[in-house]
């Protein structure tokens, strides 16, 4: 027999959120992994707020919606304010009882400067990687390096000379040299003019600096500078220092060409870590052969060649951000603003890959 159709159905459920997510969905382990990591992080979240006063978002709600964004690509918080005022799922995952009100967009975003501020994305890192069922996951000796380019959120018509002698609005820049020196983005001063390779159209830009350990592929280091020529290698110096002091021992890392000079090398032997780049060996312009910091004894060695195989498993962190998370083009503007939406890109690209390796 044919059914009554009740276009708004019953007015009150009784059925929590808890039981409309299936026992499967991927979801309930990331879930139960980020709630460990959240209490673990309980003193650092008292210290960034004061005894009286408003009760402002909860930070753990708070870091859990913008989890949800990257996990889902959404492009804007003002987006994902609607898809938690609708989607049972993500007030499930945030803690949001189905008919309790949602942030005001302007609201969220002035809360998630707050955790920008108290730099909670890197302790929520450090705070992931040091739990119980992730660390056995990790290797402590041989890492990859590299980097990325994150489109900024300014136009190219942004890029006005810096003395303030073009009045116009930059839509006519024919025959006009543009360039870091004597241009700067109007929109977003802290980004900069940049090309991939030579016959590469140039954009405006950062450049987001992954470290990767190299057992099991993820990401255990990540910072966001301005797209220069040397940033990839003085990131990179920068975040094995600091892992070489955490660790108490040496290690390898391996990384593309680009990281084949001489200068470099020297950095990375004199704070303990042994180079295991790509050969930047071939000829020049001029016909000279490159000078290059690996020698045909370790080229040869079974240790390069792993570093060389396994190096290449960063870039399914970057293809990830690009191609599921936020970070093809950000929505931010700013150093602070884009750097914290890399390393939350990281994060959840450690999040969704940690619950399958602990199946395994």
Known sequence: MRGDF???????SYISPEKRVPDHHPLRKIRTLVRSVLADMNHDFGSMYADEGRPSIPPEQLLSALLLQVFYGLRSERQLMEQLDYNLLFRWFVGLAPDAAVWAPTTFTKNRERLQAGDVFQKFMTALLRHPQVKPLLSDEHFTVDGTLIEAWASFKSSKPKDGSDDSDGSDFRKQKRGNDTHESTTDPDCRLYRKSEGREAKLCYMGQALMENRNGLAVGGVVTQATGTAEREASEAMLESKIKETGKGATIGADKAY?????????????????????????????????????????????????????????????????????????????????????????????????????
């Open 260 to 360: 084949d000079v001489a200068e470099h090398g020297a950095n990375l032997r004199k704070i303990g870590v042994t180079p295991h780049v790509a050969r930047n060996n071939g000829p020049t312009k001029t016909g000279k052969n490159r000078a290059t910091i690996i020698d045909d004894e370790t080229a040869a060695s079974a240790a390069y060649g792993m570093s060389q195989t396994r190096r290449k498993m960063i870039e399914c962190i970057f293809g990830w951000g690009k191609q599921h998370g936020t970070m093809r083009k950000t929505k931010h503007r700013g150093l602070t603003g884009v750097a914290g939406d890399f390393l939350l890109n990281l994060i959840a690209y450690n999040l969704i890959r940690i619950p399958k390796l602990v199946a395994a």
């Open 6 to 12: 009740e276009d708004q159905g019953g007015l009150f």
